[in-house]
């Protein structure tokens, strides 16, 4: 044990000899965690918005179906049949779930509306003005006028589509849809918000009503419903949590089949799990790359020792004594960048997360695998970032030391002496 501590005094002493060099060395080291911390943080961010902006508008994290009404989306399967479910009673039990945050449900069908000359296809949507806002942002993005009052038969369009329509608040719109029946409802409606999601999709096509207004519309009772909404504590647990929900619904009689955000969006999961995936790429480049300048270093270093070690080889060190003494120099360079690095990144990681970098003013925002995508550069940190950076850094030190350590081992006593 003794002659163990002694190697790792060695060591110390060592690195210490050219002061300089070995600041420069765990600067760099520590700069890469920085680095790495930062760049993964900033992917987490990215990646949180893609979920929040993908979910939070309209999606929901969670659905609830007729077990038959997806793909098609037919008008005729609503949650329990055409007798449809006690509304009240449906919904309690889902919000019930401890994971459950809240809970909305959704009518939906196909319609025409005019105003004046002219008429656009769309898709209507009704919603319950108090619910909805629990479960999405969607009535948040009004652009001008107000939300929507249940049993007013009022309407909501996006910014091109009242364009398209040549409507300004406070017109009347024509609404024409297919109803349960048969037959074909008509009514007037009176424009009262207009909203502006940053997604043409929905921009161009979508008309909000109330839910008993739609309803109505279509001929359909209040016990009518083809979709529930679900917000949960955390999106990335939504498959998990769908799967609890799915489990529980179905002991009730109504057949239903229940979604999370990954089942409905695969291509935002898709995008969310690439982009988790390229986190250890992204420590593997960084640490790569600082791998060069840290054993380049320490070759440099132990071609000024070849003297020191030839002596010690001529003393009687056995060669894997000096080839542990540079290995030991480089774990303890990678004790030293380590807690460098986590004295610099904290500070930076959590003012970064706590004041997110806006560049609304320089970048416009776009739409991403069907989500908008805020240019707000925001960092999420989670204990498995830094500790993977941690890793990556201790691995670094060790394995650059490996080169200098084994040409260490291999210096000539005789010739290193008479030089």
């Known amino acids: 044990m ?11 002493r060592n690195l210490w000899r050219n002061r300089l060099r070995t600041l420069i060395t765990a600067s760099g080291l520590a700069f890469g965690y920085l680095g790495a911390v930062l760049v993964v943080g900033v992917s987490d961010g990215m990646m949180v918005e893609l979920i929040e902006n993908g979910t939070r508008l309209m999606l929901g994290e969670v659905q609830v179906h007729s077990e038959d009404y997806l793909p098609e989306r037919n008008m005729h399967h609503t949650i329990g049949g055409y007798e449809g479910t006690d509304l009240e009673i449906f919904l309690n039990r889902i919000i019930s ?9 959704r009518v939906y069908g196909g319609g025409l509306l005019s105003s004046g000359e002219e008429t656009q296809a769309a898709l209507l949507m009704g919603v319950d003005p108090d619910r909805e806002p629990r479960v999405t942002t969607l009535l948040s993005r009004l652009v001008s006028g107000r ?3 249940a049993g007013a038969n009022e309407i909501l369009v996006g910014d091109e589509m009242a364009e398209q329509l040549g409507a300004v608040l406070g017109d009347e719109i024509v609404v024409v849809a297919p109803s349960s029946d ?6 007037l409606f009176t424009l009262v918000g207009i909203l502006d999601t940053g997604i043409p999709a929905i921009d161009q096509n979508y008309a909000l009503l ?4 739609l309803q109505f519309l279509m001929a359909m009772g209040p016990p009518r419903i083809h979709e529930v909404v679900i ?39 898709e ?26 270093t320490m070759l440099i270093g132990t071609f000024e020792r070849r003297r020191e070690f030839a002596v010690m080889r001529a003393l009687g060190t056995a060669p894997i004594g000096i080839g542990r003494t540079v290995v030991y120099e480089g774990i303890v360079l990678g004790v030293i960048s380590l807690i460098a690095g986590a004295l610099i990144t904290w500070p930076i990681l959590v003012w970064w997360h706590n004041s997110p970098i806006d560049l609304t003013t320089v970048i416009s925002g776009f739409s991403v695998a069907g989500a908008q995508w805020r240019p707000v550069l925001r960092v999420e940190y989670s204990v498995q970032a830094p500790i993977v950076a941690a890793l990556g850094l201790f691995l670094t030190s060790i ?21």
Do not use: C
């Open 231 to 269: 917000t949960v504590g955390n999106a990335k647990d939504s498959p998990r949590i769908a799967g609890a929900l799915r489990e529980f619904l179905s002991d009730s009689e109504l057949p239903v089949q229940v979604s999370s955000w990954t089942d409905l969006r695969p291509e935002l999961a």
């Open 182 to 187: 048969g037959s074909l409802g008509n009514d």
């Open 399 to 419: 394995l650059a030391a490996m080169y200098p350590a084994w040409k260490a081992t291999r210096v000539p006593p005789a010739d290193a002496l008479a030089d």
């Open 271 to 296: 995008m969310v799990s690439l982009m988790d995936a390229s986190h250890f790429i992204i420590v593997i480049v960084i640490f790569g790359m600082a791998a060069f300048g840290v054993a380049n």
């Open 147 to 149: 939300t929507l009052v």
């Open 97 to 105: 779930q401890e994971e459950v945050s809240a809970a909305a449900p």
């Open 210 to 213: 109330a839910l008993p207004d």
């Open 2 to 12: 003794a002659h163990e501590r002694l190697w790792w005094r060695v060591a110390w």
